[in-house]
């Protein structure tokens, strides 16, 4: 309270029980990660090794059959140093992904070489995406780097797949470091998150959120197009439209120096998370 400023009255406390094996998801997900430049205490932990990878969107089948993944619990800083010992290896990484194992999977995307990803082997490997973990790692750590990224942002997006569809809009937030990239093509991609925002999904909205966030921070042009996007989608009766967009008004780089308020009056009224 003396850190605030204000008095025991002004403050109000909750507390809610969260298994272990949700806090990713639950917790750190869907609060911390998206809220880190805004935390006055960031937490000292790596999420990949809270992780049970049994419970994080790769549970058994109704039939009892264990998910396609079979994760063995690695974490993810232990696949970092396996790849940076083992080096890039194209043919490795395309046998490491054949065994199915969600470790073996996700050190494929760390060791491939992405001159020499074909579309084929884009295609193949998103059509096995079934957990957020390897799509974004896929993404980020290999797909985003590779000639081929720009083409599959459009055609994923049109997945009915819940993380086959997530790997657009992946791209859609990864590919603000191509500078080369004109305009056009982050303006294209604005379109299609817009179209998305209706899943309800819960990862396909997350990736939504996060591409649009990420397309506002690449230039000012781009900033006015996702904020009048978010104010568009924040102002909709439907809940799923209505959260991606009002969260991603809560994106603090869009309101610096006042520029979201000045440009966007309308923003002002709508609530920010404290």
């Known amino acids: 309270m003396e850190t605030l400023g204000t008095s025991e009255e002004s403050i109000s406390v909750a507390m809610e029980e969260v298994k272990p094996r949700d ?9 911390i990660a998206t809220s880190l430049d805004r935390l006055y205490k960031k937490p000292g ?13 790769m549970i058994p089948s109704a039939e009892g059959v264990e998910a396609a993944t079979r994760p063995l619990g690695v974490s993810m800083a232990n696949l970092k140093a396996i ?36 579309l084929a082997q884009m295609d193949a490997w998103c059509r096995d995406f079934d957990n957020w973990g390897i799509v974004d790692t896929a993404c980020f ?3 985003d780097w590779t000639p081929n990224a720009w083409a599959k942002v459009a055609k994923w997006s049109k997945r009915k797949a819940e993380f086959e569809k997530c790997a657009a809009f992946c791209f859609g937030g990864s590919r603000v470091h191509d500078k080369a990239a004109p305009d056009a093509k982050f303006i294209e991609s604005l ?59 809560r994106e603090s780089s869009w309101r610096r120096r006042g520029a979201l308020w000045h440009t966007f009056p309308a923003a002002r009224f ?4 404290r």
């Open 83 to 118: 790849a940076k010992g083992t080096g890039c290896d194209h043919a490795l990484a395309l046998e490491l992904w054949a065994t199915g194992i969600y470790e073996a999977r996700m050190l494929a995307t760390l060791v491939d070489e992405p001159g020499r990803v074909t």
């Open 45 to 57: 932990y790596d999420p990949a090794d809270l992780l049970d990878l049994s419970t994080y969107a």
């Open 141 to 143: 750590a290999l797909f």
């Open 270 to 273: 709508l609530p920010t998370r």
């Open 23 to 31: 806090w990713v998801r639950r917790v750190y997900d869907a609060d």
């Open 191 to 249: 379109t299609l998150i817009e179209k998305a925002a209706a899943d309800e999904r819960h990862f396909v909205k997350k990736a939504v959120n996060m591409a649009l966030r990420a397309t506002g921070k690449r230039n000012a042009k781009l900033k006015a197009a996702s904020v009048a996007i978010a104010l568009r989608l924040a102002a909709s009766e439907d809940p799923s439209v209505r959260w991606v967009g009002k969260d991603a008004l």
